[in-house]
T-cell receptor, first 116, second 115 residues
């Protein structure tokens, strides 16, 4: 069975600080995909990144970076020099290649407050 | 950029009434999904749909729920007799698995309020 745990329910940081959102996953599949989605106050789900289980290379996109470590089943997300516009709920998610479709299972989310 | 369109954006209904939420997936996608998010909580999988039939459904998706693709473009979620606990944001999503995309594109959501 697949499971995603985001232990941090809510985080508040002051603008320009760096912040890391933790994500730990469980799966029995050897091939799987990990995702991060952002849900701003407007409510939509915005896709940020997908990672497959064979690619452990860390990724950087502007102020965003992701650290995938299979040894600890973690896929953490760091925002560098945070901005108020980064305030949102961030969901980590998992999809198993053995699924008949692309269904993803979400973690409970981390609500991030960036304080001016 | 192609997008998933959902209507209505917000619906208020009385308990016991039937509700139909509509979605227009991305045109060349083959897999369709409904998710639910009760206010302040996680996004939960309801059902996936492929080739005109349900591919998988969760425990939440009981006999009160049904899905349909009535024509070549729409994908609907029907709640037969709404309950107070059905109040939530409902997200439609689609993916084109056969094209190797494996990324769900979500609509903006339909907020359902049951009174």
């Amino acid at each position: 069975a697949q499971k995603v745990t985001q232990a941090q329910t809510e985080i508040s940081v002051v603008e320009k600080e760096d912040v890391t959102l933790d994500c730990v996953y469980e799966t029995r599949d050897t091939t799987y995909y990990l995702f991060w989605y952002k849900q701003p106050p407007s409510g939509e789900l915005v896709f940020l990144i997908r990672r497959n289980s064979f690619d452990e290379q860390n990724e950087i996109s502007g102020r965003y970076s992701w650290n995938f470590q299979k040894s600890t089943s973690s896929f953490n997300f760091t925002i560098t020099a945070s901005q108020v516009v980064d305030s949102a709920v961030y969901f980590c998610a998992l999809s198993e290649a053995g699924n008949r479709d692309d269904k993803i299972i979400f973690g409970k989310g981390t609500r991030l407050h960036i304080l001016p | 950029e192609p997008e998933v369109t959902q209507t209505p954006s917000h619906q208020v209904t009385q308990m016991g009434q039937e509700v139909i939420l509509r979605c227009v997936p991305i045109s060349n996608h083959l897999y369709f999904y409904w998710y639910r998010q009760i206010l302040g909580q996680k996004v939960e999988f309801l059902v996936s749909f492929y080739n005109n039939e349900i591919s998988e459904k969760s425990e939440i998706f009981d006999d009160q729920f049904s899905v349909e693709r009535p024509d070549g473009s729409n994908f609907t979620l029907k709640i037969r007799s709404t309950k107070l606990e059905d109040s939530a944001m409902y997200f439609c999503a689609s993916s084109g698995r056969d094209s190797g995309a494996n990324v769900l594109t979500f609509g903006a959501g339909s907020r359902l309020t049951v009174l």
